[in-house]
């Protein structure tokens, strides 16, 4: 580690190199254990990829934007200078980045930890729930926008009257 320049452009590539072969390692790993475990691509089913990819997205949405990680994500904000913690800052503040390491642990957590499956539906439900609710309110503020056109267009013909 001697080598490495003082560059903090040079340190930070060699960070995402290691984060990026770290990556690589555990998916290796997991593809062991699964083998391990006596899961192929078939056991992989439809139903299989909707609930991990729904419970990939609300485990995202949980990392990289919620109050819950807030704290974590502050901390790391704070420690500018140590290049490890800005490879994980920017891992864990960008939504493909994080996706793509959060879809991992779910894989993980779905098919090798006891129970994991559980901890996968509950997220599912959870990110299903926060389409819903998203949604809901996208109805509803696009309702009350076109309501305020509405009336905003007969005050300005009622004032257009003589």
């Not at 060699?14 to 391990?36: E, H, P, Q, S």
């Amino acid at each position: 580690m001697a080598n490495i320049s003082h560059n903090p452009n040079v340190q930070q590539k060699f960070w995402n190199f290691m984060a990026t072969l770290f990556y690589i390692v555990c998916l290796v790993a997991l593809g062991y254990g699964i083998k391990r475990y006596g899961i192929t691509r078939e056991d992989f089913g439809i139903g299989d990829i909707a609930l991990m990819s729904i419970a990939t997205y609300r485990l995202t949405r949980i990392l990289v934007f919620d109050k819950i990680f807030k704290l974590f994500r502050d901390f790391l904000k704070s420690r500018e200078k140590l290049h490890v913690f800005y490879v994980i800052r920017e891992i864990i503040t960008c939504p493909w980045c994080a996706g793509v390491w959060v879809a991992l642990i779910v894989v993980a957590l779905y098919f090798m930890v006891p129970f994991g499956d559980i901890f996968i539906i509950l997220l599912t439900i959870s990110g299903i729930a926060s389409f819903i609710v998203v949604s809901v309110n996208f109805i509803g503020l696009s309702t009350e926008e076109k309501q305020h056109k509405v009336k905003d267009l007969k005050d300005d013909s009622d004032y257009s009257k003589p």
